[in-house]
C-alpha cells in the first residue's frame, strides 16, 4: 500500500496548486477564479471521487465480480432516467436543483429497489448483480424512448447531463456533500475486515463469525444512497469506481489492509486530476470530465492486466 | 454429540451430508427440528459469539481475488479484537502447526492445492473454536497429502477438538486412525436425507452397513496395524 500512498499523497501536492495554474492573464479576476471557481471545484471532485472509489472497491468485492461498479445497483440509469423525465415532462422547471432532485429521485427508487432484494436470506449475490443489471437495462429503454419522443433541447441537455461534469458546483454543494461522503468512506473502512472474509466466499464468512446478508444489506444501501447524492450534483461519472480499485489492487497485489480507505483516497486524486486535465487539454475548451477519466482510466487498467503480475 | 467427539457422516452423493452440516452450523434454517449449541439454538446466537464456538471448512473456497496467505489468516480472526501483535503471534502459531510458516507472504492462488488446505486447516485453527466442521477436507489431494491432512486433524482431535467430518473415503479414514481411536470415533451413515446408522469405528457389524451404504461390497481386514477396509464391486 505504500506504493499506492506515495502516489496518491504526490498527486494531493500537485492539485493543491491547480487552482493558480495559468492566472497571469488576469490578474484583477484572479482571486474570484480561485476561491469561488477552482477550489470549490477541486474539493467536489476530490468528494465524488471518494464515494465512487470507496462504493466501487466495497462493491467489487461484494458481488466478487470485478466488473462491478457503483452503479451496479441501478443507480446511474435510474438517475439518468431521473433526470430526463424533469427535462422532458418539466421544461419550464429550468432550476438546477430540480434536476438534480429528479437525478436523486430515480436514482434512489431504483437501487433501493435492487438492493432490497439483498435482504432476502438465501438470494445469492449474483441474483442482486443480475437485478441490477435487467433494471439498468430497463431504465436505459426508458430513457432512449423519452429521448426520442422529446425536443431537440430537452435531449440535448439530458446527454449533457449524462456526460456527468463538475464545472457548475459551488460551496453549497460541498458543504451538503461533505457529510455524506465522509460517512460513507468512514463507514465502508468499518466493515473492510468482515468485507475481506467475504473474499474466500459467503460461506466461509459465515464460518468466521460476519453475518453476509446484514453486510451487504448495509453496503449495498450505503452505498446507493452515497452515489445516488454524488449523481444528483455531477451526473453519472464513469469508470472512476470501476478502474481505480483496481490500479489500488495492481500496485499492492494480494493486501487488503487499507484498499478500501486508499481506493476511496486515490479515485479523489484521479478524479481531480482528470478533471484539471479535462479542462486544460484542449485550448479554450472544456472536455467532459467523464471523457477524461474513460480516456486516462481504459488504456492504464489494460496495461496493468496485461503486464504479468510479480 | 459431546465435547471431544469425532463424528464422521458418511453416505453416497446427494444423501444430505452437506445439507446437514450446512444446518449443524446455522448457515441454512433446517425445515423441522433444532440444532442446538451448548444449550441455545444455533439462530439465537450472534455471529461472532456462534464463531467462538464453531468453525467450519465448507466443501467450496472462493479463489477468484488474490490475498496473501496472512491476510487470509487475518479474516479467520475476525471474532477477536487483539492487537496486531496478539494476531501477528495467532498466525504464526497456527500456521507452525500445519507446517505453512514459509508461505505467510504468499498469494493463496499460487499455492497448489494440497498446500492451500493446509492454510485453510491453519485458518480453522487460528479462529480458535472448540467445534470444528469440515467438509471433504482431503478431497482432490493426492494420497500422500490426503494421509497429512488426516494426520493433522486428528492430532488435533486427540489433543481435545470436538469434531465433525464428511468424507467419501471410510477407507482412508479407518486407515489415519490408531487402534485406542477406534471406539470413540463415531461413523454416520446418511441416505436419502436421512441418517441410517452410527456406529463406533470398532463395531463387527460396521462392515456390511458400509456395504449396504454404499451397495458395494465391503471388507474389513484386521491387521497388525489396525483395520483394513476394502470396497468393491458384489461378485
Known amino acids: ?310 | 454429540m459431546d465435547e471431544g467427539d469425532l463424528l464422521v457422516l458418511l453416505g453416497p452423493n446427494g444423501a444430505g451430508k452437506s445439507s446437514l452440516m450446512s444446518a449443524l452450523t446455522g448457515w441454512i434454517r433446517p425445515d423441522e427440528g433444532q440444532v442446538l449449541l451448548s444449550g441455545s439454538p444455533i439462530g439465537s446466537l450472534k455471529a461472532t459469539e456462534r464463531a467462538a464456538s464453531l468453525a467450519w471448512l465448507p466443501q467450496h473456497t472462493d479463489t477468484s481475488e488474490s490475498l496473501r496467505v496472512d491476510e487470509a489468516m487475518r479474516t479467520a480472526r475476525f471474532r477477536f479484537s487483539d492487537t496486531a501483535a496478539q494476531e501477528e503471534q495467532a498466525i504464526t502459531e497456527a500456521l507452525r502447526w500445519a507446517g505453512m510458516l514459509e508461505f505467510r507472504q504468499r498469494d493463496l492462488r499460487t499455492l497448489s492445492g494440497g498446500e492451500a488446505q493446509r492454510i485453510h486447516l491453519a485458518r480453522l485453527a487460528v479462529q480458535q473454536a472448540p467445534l470444528w466442521m469440515l467438509d471433504e477436507p482431503a478431497n482432490h489431494l493426492d494420497p500422500r497429502t490426503q494421509r497429512e491432512v488426516y494426520r493433522l486433524l486428528l492430532d488435533r482431535w486427540r489433543a481435545g477438538t470436538t469434531m465433525v467430518l464428511i468424507t467419501h473415503d471410510p477407507a482412508l479414514l479407518l486407515a489415519s486412525l490408531a487402534p485406542p481411536d477406534l471406539p470413540r470415533v463415531h461413523l454416520a451413515g446418511m441416505k436419502e436425507g436421512r441418517m441410517a446408522w452410527i456406529l463406533p469405528a470398532d463395531a463387527p457389524d460396521l462392515a456390511s452397513h458400509l456395504g449396504d451404504l454404499y451397495q458395494l461390497q465391503a471388507h474389513i481386514l484386521q491387521t497388525p496395524r489396525g483395520p483394513r477396509l476394502q470396497l468393491e464391486w458384489p461378485s
Open chain 1, 1 to 310: 500500500m505504500t506504493r499506492v500512498a506515495l502516489l496518491t499523497l504526490g498527486t494531493f501536492l500537485l492539485l493543491a496548486a491547480s487552482p493558480w495554474i495559468g492566472l497571469t492573464d488576469h490578474p484583477d479576476a484572479a482571486p474570484f477564479i480561485v476561491w469561488q471557481l477552482r477550489v470549490p471545484r477541486l474539493l467536489m471532485a476530490l468528494l465524488v471521487g471518494l464515494v465512487l472509489g470507496t462504493t466501487g472497491a466495497v462493491f467489487q468485492a461484494l458481488f466478487r465480480n470485478p466488473l462491478a461498479t457503483p452503479s451496479t445497483t441501478g443507480t446511474t440509469a435510474g438517475a439518468t432516467l431521473g433526470a430526463l423525465a424533469v427535462l422532458v415532462l418539466a421544461p419550464g422547471l429550468a432550476h438546477p436543483l430540480a434536476l438534480a432532485g429528479g437525478a436523486f429521485s430515480g436514482a434512489i427508487v431504483l437501487s433501493l429497489g435492487v438492493t432490497a432484494l439483498a435482504m432476502a436470506h438465501g438470494r445469492s449475490i449474483h441474483d442482486i448483480l443480475l437485478a441490477g443489471v435487467a433494471l439498468t437495462l430497463g431504465a436505459g429503454a426508458l430513457t432512449m424512448g423519452l429521448q426520442a419522443t422529446a425536443d431537440m433541447s430537452a435531449t440535448f441537455r439530458a446527454v449533457q447531463w449524462s456526460l456527468g461534469s463538475l464545472s457548475t458546483v459551488g460551496y453549497r454543494d460541498v458543504l451538503w456533500f461533505t457529510l455524506p461522503a465522509l460517512l460513507v468512506w468512514l463507514l465502508m473502512i468499518r466493515r473492510s475486515r468482515a468485507l475481506d472474509a467475504l473474499l474466500l466466499g459467503e460461506a466461509q464468512a459465515h464460518g468466521v463469525g460476519v453475518d453476509p446478508v446484514k453486510l451487504r444489506t448495509e453496503l449495498l444501501w450505503v452505498g446507493s444512497l452515497g452515489v445516488a447524492c454524488a449523481v444528483a450534483i455531477t451526473g453519472p461519472i464513469a469508470f472512476v469506481g470501476l478502474v481505480v480499485p483496481h490500479l489500488v489492487r495492481r500496485l499492492a497485489p494480494g493486501r487488503r489492509k487499507g484498499f478500501i480507505a486508499w481506493s476511496g483516497l486515490s479515485a479523489g486524486a484521479f478524479l481531480a486530476l482528470a478533471d484539471l486535465l479535462a479542462r486544460h487539454v484542449l485550448p479554450g475548451r472544456e472536455l467532459p470530465v467523464g471523457v477524461m477519466t474513460a480516456a486516462i482510466g481504459a488504456p492504464f487498467l489494460v496495461a496493468l492486466v496485461l503486464r504479468k503480475t510479480p
